[in-house]
């Protein structure tokens, strides 16, 4: 059987996402000409994992395309997204992301970004604990931030096909975002729930996503 082109799978997804529901083409070890075809189709927001590949793409691609960095961000290799990406979407401590604001205030730039949350059950993913990232808050800890925005939360569920499992694990999730949201009424635009891959982005939708990450299913499988 033929695959279908990367222009025609975007175009389909874009049309198939409820209103409200943004899509991240996750590009990470993909060419950029596979990105190119999924730009001709109307995609603008791409996600990478890496900074290398990020910063490399975004240098070879045009300047309209909106960079997501969605993998795990080590301290010395922040410098260079700052002012280059549209969201930091892995924050997963304090120390990142009073870094982050940091250099972006001496860059003269705000930094979006989400907090990453850790519910599912493997241990190796990054992430604060709910009770980590409440805590952040109650504290009211953002408010020594001058230069980023938090925009909302960002998370994965489990790697199984118990999908009662990972309903648990996004409406974990998206209850976070709703918890904080309603304990910091200084908070604005604390809104972006981003959850849900190739996989399980229809659970997640179900769920309360407002920002799905689609790599496999519209680029085929990573090499
Ligand atoms: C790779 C990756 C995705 C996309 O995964 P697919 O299963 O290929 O859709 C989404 N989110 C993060 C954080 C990733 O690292």
């Not at 395309?65 to 549209?86: E, S, Y």
């Not at 992430?127 to 938090?150: S, V």
Request: aromatic residues 6%; negative net charge; proline residues 2%.
């Amino acid at each position: 059987m033929m695959r279908h082109s990367i222009a025609d799978t975007v175009a389909a997804l874009r049309a198939s996402l409820p209103e409200g529901v943004g899509l991240v083409a996750v590009s990470k070890f993909h060419p950029a000409e596979a990105i190119e075809e999924a730009y001709s189709a109307g995609q603008r927001i791409f996600g990478e994992s890496r900074v290398q590949e990020l910063v490399a793409k975004a240098d070879a691609l045009p300047a309209d395309i909106q960079w997501h960095m969605i993998g795990h961000l080590q301290t010395n290799k922040v410098k260079p997204l700052i002012g280059r990406v549209a969201l930091i979407e892995s924050v997963d401590s304090e120390r990142l992301l009073e870094l982050i604001d940091r250099l972006s205030d001496e860059h003269g730039v705000v930094t979006r970004v989400l907090m990453q949350v850790h519910v599912a059950a493997e241990e190796t993913k990054f992430g604060f604990t709910p009770d980590e990232l409440i805590d952040y808050f109650a504290r009211r800890a953002y408010r020594n931030l001058r230069a980023t925005h938090i925009c909302g939360v960002m998370g994965m569920a489990t790697n199984t096909d118990d999908m009662t499992r990972v309903r648990a694990d996004f409406e974990a999730i998206a209850g976070l975002r709703r918890r904080i949201a309603a304990m910091c009424d200084d908070l604005c635009g604390f809104d972006t729930v981003s959850m849900g891959m190739s996989d399980d982005y229809l659970t997640a939708i179900e769920c309360g996503s407002t920002l799905v990450r689609i790599g496999s299913a519209i680029f085929g499988e990573r090499i």
